[in-house]
């Protein structure tokens, strides 16, 4: 790798650390759709409820809004989302998880492109993934996470598509229809300490994505079952869905902050704290790009640095937990 | 004969020679006669002799399409239909093969042809009806020496010595050239180790012809079938010496040169028989397994070489070679002898490729095989989980590895097959890996099927019921066990090494038991009789009483299904099985609130062989809780003998187990499993591992892994702690580390 190489990638890195510690708020809307059979309904509540709860014990900057049930319907959608689309300013996030049915009709009227072929089974109408696109772009905020969870949900992407905006799908296009049990493994995820992979208190959606795709396809193999959902990501604006991230492609779903757990957000809050936050954060970004130096680097100096770098993180951290 | 008969019915002959008369000139060795001759045959206006002249000259798609159209002939009859059979059979199409003898039987019951093919095909499938097939031929045409011969072959595969020289004998008084029944008789007095004898019947074939490979091949099938691989290397080897074309031969040279752990030479043996059309199942699939070699990894050192597949090697290693060593130390110890060579031990996460490994054999592929020093075995990841005991399976082939060697590879079936399963529990010392008491045992025992120990070789081999194979492994096992309890373990070792001078099961009983082999029976099923038997005399009323427990657990009357819980158990205790009494029993204590209850029930289920990871992991879950960490860890420990693959919680809890009770070692390896599993949480894991390095005192480990989970969670506070701890012991901060790990 070379230094400019290094330099642009230590800015990114920066940009990325610093929009961590940013504090807006953060408006979660989760809508169980239609079940159609009481074992469905069962679930997808159950899975809204769970994560409803999350988002909830996430602390008091967290708008949470659920709907589910006989409330579940495309004129509450409306509501809700137009109801986000006044409160929320320029630096809060957005996120919007759908779990459900879905369908998709790739025929004539209705492609992959033109997002109509897409729609979120709700009570009543159903809504398209073009008019839930329409809806979310009236929102102003600072980024916008929309997961849905549903079946044929890979249908959805290219219409939900936007700069600014991470989009999660279940499956890989509108073709996969059997129902999805990614759902629960993104609820799980909210739940379960060890999505949190990079230790850091907070669950991004990159790690939730990850904790949710293995476990699905581990559900898939443990039943000895073809898996029929492949749960794919886009969140540059502009690309095809993939299933790992490659270029730019997962860099926003990595800085995008879903959940905090534990200390985290009590130490982003406490102003006293703040120089000690900024050199933690210092050495975070130093450790990042030693790693993404690692393969042009000398393995005895990586380790050395690495040490070092680690040692001064963990006596920061020290510091910050008294 | 057949021959004739199909000419005779096509009834336009058109030349002089017959496809009796090239076949004859080929038999003799007249090799650029009877190619002249099949050449004529081509030129016949009869579409069924036009076959005959295609397949003498190896054009195996004409002649299959001559046959085809003989067979719209209005009169075309049995023998047509007999000779395209043969044709299939001999181009590895087996089921059209029996489909056209079976039409010519029906147009013609009294074909001796028709059942001589059924026989053949039987013969190389294993079905048990080769033998009757065979008799039926000769008893519809008794001048049909081809049935002799594959009677002879039959028997000496069954060990039945006198009968296959009798049968040879048959053959050679109807035609004293029948080479195939030369080559058999040869085979007897090779097996038997009189070499000079062998050869003197050996000349006796070339004098017929000197060109005949398929004599050496029968030899050396012979050989394979009573284990001597390396041997019947050897007359592959002759056979295409005399044959260089006898692609058969080729493939098969190929595929024992496989069974020695030999690479390079069975790739070209397969592949010349392939590109020249020879394409039989196991040819192909061995040259696929060959491809596949590229996704292993091969681990070496003195004593053994270990090939597994590269995803799960990081995984399974360190279990299997710890394994691997320590049954090496305990036969080495036990039988008295070091191997000369290293153990090869490959390891097949797919079924289908271990498969490969043991086609064209009988009543093998279960789980392992054994080629001498080279064992194939499934990877646990083969199977469902609870299906099988790598474990024990790695055992019992590694018996074979040693007995085989022991004895230069003359041994009875019955005998190495018996004394592995016995060791799977004696030489491991884990009982509950004892022979499995299965039902279809049990039914056996219970119906009198079990064979005279001098016929116990057949129920591997050709078996008459679909359970013979496992109820002989259960039989063979037992006898051993009764062996080892009532005359001791070194009567064992001193069978095999009368084995190993060639003498049979009367005549070793004899010497080292002193019993005749009707004696021994006797005494074997009066032993029997006091044990497994009396749950045999149970069988039918435990099989009515466990669907009455069934019942009753459903209905949640606990304290009944406690009551014929234990009755149910006390018929049959071995019964591990889908509904065993233990699991409800312990369902039952569970319900009502008695968990030292419920732990042994489910402890007895351990011990009677009860391998469900998800009842075994239910045990170790209810012995933690009540505060027996060590016990939990033994359970723990045993599933990881039947499905340490994808459950990264089995590796975590034992390797905190272990922690606990101060098994570092243990804690490392378990650690490392959980690494290997590439978990979601590396972070957690990395640590975790580095946790039990420190505690194992190794300092530059620990320090080694506690960087690899911070480079991947920087800002991992546990981990954080262990850094300072290793870095700068004297400070505040690092000191807190060890409460938090003490705590943890």
Known sequence: ?322 | MALALVCGLSGTRGWGATPENCSELRRHGKRVEAQACYEGLVRSTSAAVRAEGYWGIGQFDDANEQFRVALTAPDAGAAVRVRWGMLLHERFNDGDAMGLFKEALERDPKNAQAYLGMARVSAEGFDGKATANALKALSLDPKLYEAHELLAGLALENNDTEYAISETEGALLIAPDAMDAIAVRGAVDLLADRTAEADAWFAKMRAVNAGYGGGYVLVARQLERHYRYEDAMGYYRKAVEAEPKLWAAHSALGIDLMRTGQEEEPRRELELSYTNGYRDAATVNSLRLLDSYKNFVTFKDATTILRMRKEEADLLRPYFDAELHRAIATYQQKYKMTLPVPVQLEVYPDHEDFAVRTMGMPGLGALGVTFGEVVAMDSPSGRKPGEFNWGATLWHEMSHVYILTMTKHRVPRWFTEGLAVHEESVATGRPEWANRLTPDVLAAIRDKKLLPIEKLDKGFVVPEYPAQVIVSYYQAGSICDFIGSKYGEDKLLAMAKAYAEVKTTPEVLQSVLGLSAANFDTAYMDWLGKGAGKTAANFDAWRGRLKGLVEIAKSKDYDAVLKEGEAVRALYPEYVGEANPYEFMAEAWLAKGDKKAAVEALTSYERAGGESPATLKKLAALEEELGNGKAAAATLERILYIYPLRDEELHRRLGALWLAQGNFAGAIRENTAVVAMKPLDKAGAEFSLAQAYYAAGDKAKAEEQVLLALEAAPGFRPAQKLLLQLEKPDKPDAAKSLETKEKR
Not at chain 1, 87 to 112: C, M, N, R, W, Y
């Open chain 1, 1 to 322: 790798m070379t230094t400019s190489r290094l330099l642009t990638l230590a800015c990114c890195l920066l940009v990325a650390v610093m929009s961590r510690g940013a504090a807006g708020a953060t408006y979660f809307v989760t809508v169980a759709g239609l079940g159609g059979e009481p074992d469905y309904e069962q679930r997808f509540t159950a899975a809204a409820k769970d994560l409803d709860k999350a988002f909830r014990a996430s602390g008091a900057s967290a708008h949470v809004t659920t709907l589910m049930g006989k409330d579940a319907t495309r004129a509450r959608l409306t509501e809700v989302l137009g109801t986000v689309a006044r409160e929320a300013k320029g630096d809060d996030d957005f996120v919007l998880v759908l779990i459900g049915h879905g369908t998709f009709s790739g025929g004539s009227g209705g492609g992959e492109d033109s997002g109509d072929g897409y729609k979120f089974n709700l009570v009543g109408p159903d809504v398209t993934a073009a008019e839930l696109a329409g809806m979310c772009d009236k929102i102003t905020s600072r980024r916008q996470l929309v997961v849905d969870t549903t079946s044929a949900s890979g249908g959805a992407v290219m219409a939900l598509r936007r700069a600014g905006r991470a989009v999660v799908a279940a499956t890989k296009s509108g073709t996969e229809k059997n129902a999805t049990v990614f759902a629960r493994y993104w609820v799980e995820a909210m739940q379960d300490p060890a999505a949190d992979v990079d230790k850091s208190d907070s669950i991004s959606a990159m790690e939730a994505f990850q904790y949710a795709d293995k476990k699905t396809a581990a559900f898939y193999e443990s039943q000895k079952r073809l898996a029929t959902e492949h749960a794919v990501f886009e969140d540059t604006g502009r690309g095809e869905p993939v299933r790992t991230a490659s270029g730019n492609e997962g860099n926003l779903l990595s800085s995008f902050t879903v959940l905090r757990i534990g200390a985290s957000q009590k130490a982003t809050n406490d102003p006293a704290r703040q120089q000690l936050l900024l050199k933690k954060e210092e050495l975070e970004q130093k450790v990042d790009v030693l790693k993404y130096g690692k393969a042009a680097m000398d393995p005895d100096e990586y380790k050395k640095q690495l040490r070092e770098t680690l040692v001064q993180l963990a006596e920061v951290q020290g510091e910050l937990d008294k």
